[in-house]
């Protein structure tokens, strides 16, 4: 079982960046690869970023390529996501999640641990 607590979302103008973290209860934080979704109302869960168990592996969304950065520090059972250059269209809340497969995943069911989101919100 892993809880986890997103943190560092907020208001931001076009072309801007922020950095969200992810912190993670428990001892085995370093055991999970770890993924970034994000869901505007009415729509569909969207994969964003996603990195293995070491950090030395990590997948994209084609919306986010270039912009975004997943990292994991895993001392501080943290995981992050750096995002630069952000647009009105990447408004909306944004979700960290623990899988307990071995190896990336980028399919939200493929998750088992879920945070309560955190809002990002970018201004035009």
């Known amino acids: 079982q892993v809880q986890l607590v997103e943190s560092g979302g907020g208001l931001v103008q076009a072309g801007g960046s922020l950095r969200l973290s992810c912190a993670a209860s428990?001892?085995?934080?370093?055991?999970?690869?770890m993924g970034w979704f994000r869901q505007a109302p009415g729509k569909e869960r969207e994969f964003v970023a996603a990195?293995?168990?070491?950090?030395?592996?990590?997948n994209y969304g084609d919306s986010v390529k270039g912009r975004f950065t997943i990292s994991r520090d895993n001392a501080k059972n943290t995981v992050y996501l750096q995002m630069n250059s952000l647009k009105p269209e990447d408004t909306t809340i944004y979700y960290c999640?623990?899988?307990?497969?071995?190896?990336?995943?980028?399919?939200?069911?493929?998750?088992?641990?879920w945070g309560q989101g955190t809002q990002v919100t970018v201004s035009s």
């Open positions: 999640a623990a899988t307990t497969r071995l190896t990336i995943a980028i399919s939200d069911y493929e998750y088992n641990y």
């Open positions: 990195i293995s168990r070491s950090g030395g592996s990590t």
């Open positions: 428990g001892r085995t934080f370093r055991t999970y690869p």
